[in-house]
């Protein structure tokens, strides 16, 4: 990345959306942020929290809407086998940093979905089996402003389907996404 304030911005239903850092889904050098993100989730490195954090919050004090925002909302884990949830144990310390709260529980997911990360299934159909995934808890974020936080982003299903649902079900008035990075196929640069 080229420069850490501008980030990869991310395309979406949302009112704001950026990615720290992208990588190649197939290409196997890593950026400093994505080796450290895959040493946190692949190998338990549980030390990586700490500088992703401080990456994301330098990123944060950059974004005018920072002083606005009501809370972080991390995206429900896919994987719940994990010991701890490296998107959750990153919102915990970016929250602390810059001083908001992080809602866990406000969004839940509400049936399990398949792996779909490299499974080789479309935007399209990632979408679909996204349909009624996730639900909102309450009206705890009605006319907030929130930031909606990911590790990974791979096509936006996801973050769209999310943002659709705080929308719509949750009366959110702005919904702001972050991602530690955004997977690219091609070789190009921030």
């Not at 349909?131 to 299903?157: E, M, P, R």
């Given at each position: 990345m080229k420069n850490n304030t501008s980030g990869k911005v991310l395309y979406g239903n949302w009112k704001g959306g950026w990615a720290l850092d992208q990588h190649m889904s197939k290409f196997p050098n890593r950026t400093e942020i994505g080796e450290m993100l895959y040493q946190l989730k692949y190998n338990k490195d549980?030390?990586?929290?700490?500088?992703?954090?401080?990456?994301?919050?330098?990123?944060?004090?950059t974004r005018l809407v920072t002083k606005w925002l009501f809370c972080i909302v991390p995206v429900p884990p896919s994987d719940n086998s994990r010991a701890f949830q490296p998107v959750i144990e990153i919102a915990k310390l970016l929250g602390k940093k810059l001083n908001i709260t992080v809602n866990y529980d406000c969004l839940q997911k509400n049936k399990n979905t398949e792996f779909m990360k490299d499974n080789f299934i479309s935007a399209n159909e990632k979408e679909q089996k996204?349909?009624?995934?996730?639900?909102?808890?309450?009206?705890?974020?009605?006319?907030?402003?929130?930031?909606?936080?990911?590790?990974?982003?791979?096509?936006?299903?996801?973050?769209?389907?999310?943002?659709?649902?705080?929308?719509?079900?949750?009366?959110?008035?702005?919904?702001?996404?972050?991602?530690?990075?955004?997977?690219?196929?091609?070789?190009?640069?921030?």
């Open positions: 549980k030390s990586k929290i700490e500088p992703l954090a401080n990456k994301a919050f330098e990123f944060m004090k996204l349909k009624g995934v996730f639900k909102i808890k309450d009206q705890t974020l009605k006319n907030k402003k929130i930031l909606l936080f990911d590790d990974v982003c791979q096509t936006g299903s996801t973050l769209k389907e999310i943002t659709k649902v705080l929308y719509d079900e949750g009366n959110v008035e702005n919904v702001y996404a972050l991602t530690i990075t955004k997977t690219t196929t091609k070789k190009d640069s921030i």
